[in-house]
Structure formats: structure tokens, C-alpha cells
């Protein structure tokens, strides 16, 4: 039997470590040392959040992972990645690499969406390729629509404040006698109410004073309130409208007579239309007051009285 010697054990036992620990990255890295990959390349106008071992996966399921980034500035403006996949999955012709985000926190993957082409990539073809528009990207794009507003807005408010001290600056002298007319009114309404404080007083004791006698006469208002809301029943409750009817009925009446005296036939209207009537009452109204003056002034002529039953002549 060979007796090793016991540095050539450790030597054994070092490469055998390091080809494990060589084999165990890979592994993690998504290469298998002991089965073949296709290798594929895609070429993408920006590659943000890939890196080298980043997941290539067809229906959300991992087919390999990405071995290379190259970018050659001065063959292509592209980032070119190149893929390793596995060799038992076949791509068809058609298919697409799309980078998308692989959760929250901004990681990439790629996708292999497969094309219904019935041939298929071979080993070191280049798959057409896109990248999706994530979060970042739009929040980025907003940020700077947003970035731009509020440029526009600063600028707006510097012209504002400039535009706003020109004012004062101009005014300045109108302004101090503004504020100064306002320190001086401020004033005289301050002596005015320190003058007016003891009538202002006096009228708020009277006010108290009438609020007090209408408390004490709270009884008095209730029984005016109570006559009205009395007298409002007797007025709800009595016969207006019959009322109404006799006071039509009397008016009717009225103009009846009204109406007889302007007839011409009726006695009234004869009194009052026939002139000649009119005359002869007057006429005999002047007699009768002649008649009276005469018994008055000679009464004898019309009565004859005597003690003895002397007649006179």
C-alpha cells in the first residue's frame, strides 16, 4: 500500500476543498458543471438592477441565469447579456427576452416569453429583446415633470417677490403714512371708547335694569299675551261674515232711500227736485217768522186778556 506523505495529503485535500467550493458557487450561481448550457445573447438599451447571475426564467420558472454583461461603447450604443440556459429547454425562433422587475425592492429578471414558431435557437443565437418600463422608471419620468414644474413655479415666485419689493420699494413713503394714519385712528378709538366708557356703561346697567322689569313683570306680558291670544279666539270665533251681510243689507237700505229721494216722483224727491215747492216753503218760512216778530212786538193785537172782562177796542 502507497503511504502518502503528509504533505501531499494536505495538497489532495486542498484542491478537492477548492474544486467543492468552485462547484458550490456555481451551483448557487445556477450553473451545473455536469450537464451542457445553450449559451444566448439579447442587447438592451439600458440593463438597470441586472447583474451577472440574475434569473432567466420562462413562465416564472428559473432555466438559467445571466453569464456576461459586455458593453463595447465603440461597436454598439447596446448593453449586450449573454444567457445561459439549460439545453434541455428549447427556445423557438420568436421568442422574446423581456428584463421586468423581480419584486419590490428593484431587482431584475429576465423572461423568455416563447414564441409558435416551429424552429428554434440554436447555441449562440441572439433572442429579440425589450425592457418594461418599471415604477422607478415612471416615478423618475414624473419626478421630472415634477422637477420641472416646480422650477417654473420658483421662477414665478422670484418675479412675484421682485416684482412685490419694486412695490414697496416705491410706496414706501405712502405706506409709512398709511401705517401711520392707522396708529393714529387706532388711537382716537381708543380715547374715544376710554370717553364713552361710563355711558357705555350706563347703557349696559339699563339694559340689565330692563331685562330685570321685564322678569319681574313676566306675569303682566304673560296675561297681555294671554288677552290677545283671547281676543284673536273671539275674533276667530265670531260671526264676521254675518256681520258683513247685515252691514251689506243696511248700505242696500241706504241707497234705496238715496235712490227714492233722487226719484222726482216720490214726496222726498218732489221736496228736494221741485223748485216751485222749494220757493213756497220759503216763502212761507219768511212769512211765519214775520208772523212771530209782530205777536212778538204786539202781542195785544193777537191776545186779549182781562182781569174784569173789559174789552178794549
Known amino acids: 500500500m502507497i503511504k502518502l506523505k503528509r504533505e501531499v495529503k494536505v495538497g489532495l485535500f486542498a484542491l478537492i476543498t477548492l474544486g467543492a467550493l468552485y462547484w458550490g458557487i456555481n451551483f448557487l450561481k445556477g450553473h451545473d458543471l455536469f450537464s451542457k448550457d445553450n449559451t444566448y445573447y439579447a442587447t438592451y438599451?439600458?440593463?438597470?438592477?441586472?447583474?451577472?447571475?440574475?434569473?432567466?426564467?420562462?413562465?416564472?420558472?428559473?432555466?438559467?441565469v445571466i453569464s456576461d454583461?459586455?458593453?463595447?461603447?465603440?461597436?454598439?450604443?447596446?448593453?449586450?447579456?449573454?444567457?445561459?440556459?439549460?439545453n434541455k429547454f428549447r427556445i423557438p425562433t420568436n421568442s422574446t427576452a423581456r428584463i421586468y422587475s423581480d419584486?419590490?425592492?428593484?431587482?431584475?429578471?429576465?423572461?423568455?416569453?416563447?414564441?409558435?414558431?416551429?424552429?428554434?435557437?440554436?447555441?449562440?443565437?441572439?433572442?429579440?429583446?425589450?425592457?418594461?418600463?418599471?415604477?422607478?422608471?415612471?416615478?423618475?419620468?414624473?419626478l421630472e415633470y415634477i422637477k420641472?414644474?416646480?422650477?417654473?413655479?420658483?421662477?414665478?415666485?422670484?418675479?412675484?417677490?421682485?416684482?412685490?419689493?419694486?412695490?414697496?420699494?416705491?410706496?414706501?413713503?405712502?405706506?409709512?403714512?398709511?401705517?401711520?394714519?392707522?396708529?393714529?385712528?387706532?388711537?382716537?378709538?381708543?380715547?374715544?371708547?376710554?370717553?364713552?366708557?361710563?355711558?357705555?356703561?350706563?347703557?349696559?346697567n339699563n339694559m340689565n335694569t330692563f331685562s330685570a322689569s321685564?322678569?319681574?313683570?313676566?306675569?303682566?306680558?304673560?296675561?297681555?299675551v294671554t288677552?290677545?291670544?283671547?281676543?284673536t279666539d273671539s275674533l276667530q270665533t265670531a260671526n264676521i261674515p254675518a256681520l258683513v251681510n247685515d252691514l251689506s243689507s243696511t248700505v242696500d237700505q241706504v241707497n234705496g232711500i238715496l235712490a227714492k229721494v233722487n226719484d222726482k216722483e216720490g214726496t222726498m224727491g218732489k221736496l228736494f227736485s221741485d223748485d216751485a215747492l222749494y220757493d213756497s216753503l220759503v216763502a212761507a218760512s219768511s212769512n211765519l217768522s214775520l208772523l212771530l216778530q209782530d205777536v212778538k212786538e204786539?202781542?195785544?193785537?193777537?191776545?186779549?186778556f182781562s182781569i174784569f172782562g173789559r174789552k178794549d177796542k
Open 45 to 64: 438599451d439600458q440593463v438597470n438592477g441586472i447583474q451577472k447571475s440574475s434569473a432567466i426564467v420562462i413562465k416564472g420558472f428559473k432555466v438559467g
Open 69 to 86: 454583461i459586455t458593453y463595447d461603447p465603440q461597436r454598439s450604443d447596446k448593453i449586450v447579456l449573454q444567457f445561459s440556459i439549460k
Open 103 to 142: 419584486g419590490l425592492l428593484g431587482g431584475k429578471a429576465v423572461e423568455i416569453a416563447l414564441g409558435d414558431s416551429k424552429t428554434y435557437l440554436s447555441d449562440g443565437d441572439t433572442l429579440p429583446s425589450f425592457r418594461e418600463k418599471d415604477i422607478f422608471d415612471i416615478a423618475g419620468s414624473e
Open 148 to 204: 420641472q414644474r416646480l422650477n417654473i413655479m420658483a421662477s414665478d415666485i422670484s418675479k412675484t417677490l421682485d416684482t412685490f419689493n419694486t412695490l414697496l420699494s416705491d410706496n414706501s413713503e405712502n405706506i409709512t403714512s398709511t401705517l401711520a394714519n392707522l396708529s393714529e385712528i387706532s388711537g382716537n378709538l381708543s380715547r374715544m371708547i376710554q370717553t364713552e366708557e361710563t355711558n357705555i356703561r350706563n347703557i349696559v
Open 214 to 224: 321685564l322678569r319681574d313683570n313676566t306675569d303682566k306680558i304673560g296675561n297681555i
Open 227 to 231: 288677552n290677545v291670544e283671547n281676543f
Open 298 to 304: 204786539h202781542p195785544k193785537r193777537y191776545v186779549h
